[in-house]
C-alpha cells in the first residue's frame, strides 16, 4: 500500500530531497553543467547563457559551482508543497528522536505547533530528508542532520485531532513520547 506521500509524489524523487532547499532556483551558467547533461540541457539555456535550476537538479548535474547564485525562492511553491506533505490539522507534533545516539546531548525533545511550516522550521542550518509517512496524511516521518545531530536523527510530525491536541497540552514527557511511538508504528517508511 502507498504511503500518502508517496501518492502525491514520485517515490524515487522525494527519496532525495531535502525539504529546506525546497522552492530555491539558482541561475547556473551552462558550461559548468557535468558533460553527460549538456546536450540534455542546450535547449532550455536563456540569452545569457544560464540555466534556471532547483537545488535538487542543480545537485544533480553540475560540476563546478562557481558563477551559481540563488536567483530566487517561491514561497507559493514551498507552501504547496509543504501543504501535500500532510493533511489538515489544526495542531502538529513534532518529536526528534535520539536516535543511533547521534544528538551529542543525548536527548529527545517535542514541540506542538498550530502551522504546517512551523513542523519544519528550525533556527539552525538543517537536511530534512523525508523517510516514511502514514498512508492517510496524518503522520509524517523525516530524517534530519545538523551540526549538532552529524549522523542523523529521525524526527516525526503527527497532525493531531483536537481532542489528542487537548490531552497532550497537559500531558508530561514520557506520555507525549509514548503517544508519538505508538502513532508511529502507522509509518510506511521507503
Known amino acids: 500500500m502507498k504511503s500518502y506521500v508517496e501518492k502525491n509524489y514520485d517515490k524515487e524523487w522525494i527519496k532525495g530531497i531535502n525539504i529546506q532547499e525546497y522552492g530555491n532556483y539558482y541561475s547556473v551558467p551552462f558550461e559548468n553543467l557535468k558533460e553527460e547533461y549538456k546536450e540534455e540541457y542546450e ?20 560540476e563546478n559551482f562557481d558563477n551559481v547564485y540563488l536567483d530566487y525562492t517561491d514561497t507559493d511553491e514551498i507552501d504547496e508543497f509543504i501543504d501535500n506533505l500532510l493533511a489538515n490539522y489544526n495542531n502538529y507534533l513534532v518529536v526528534a ?56 536523527r ?25 503517544f508519538a511511538q505508538e502513532k508511529s508504528k502507522n509509518v510506511v517508511d521507503f
Open 43 to 62: 535547449d532550455m539555456q536563456n540569452e545569457n547563457g544560464t540555466l534556471l535550476l532547483d537545488e535538487n537538479t542543480a545537485n544533480k548535474i553540475v
Open 97 to 152: 528522536y535520539n536516535t543511533y545516539n547521534s544528538n551529542w546531548r543525548g536527548q529527545t525533545g517535542y514541540n506542538i505547533v498550530d502551522s504546517k511550516n512551523e513542523c519544519f522550521y528550525r533556527d539552525y542550518d538543517v537536511t530534512q530528508n523525508i523517510i516514511g509517512s502514514s498512508v492517510k496524511g496524518k503522520i509524517l516521518k523525516i530524517r534530519e542532520y545538523s551540526h549538532d545531530v552529524p549522523t542523523g
Open 154 to 178: 529521525d524526527t516525526v510530525i503527527i497532525g493531531l485531532t483536537d481532542t489528542e491536541y487537548e490531552k497532550l497540552v497537559y500531558s508530561d514527557f514520557d506520555s507525549v513520547v509514548k
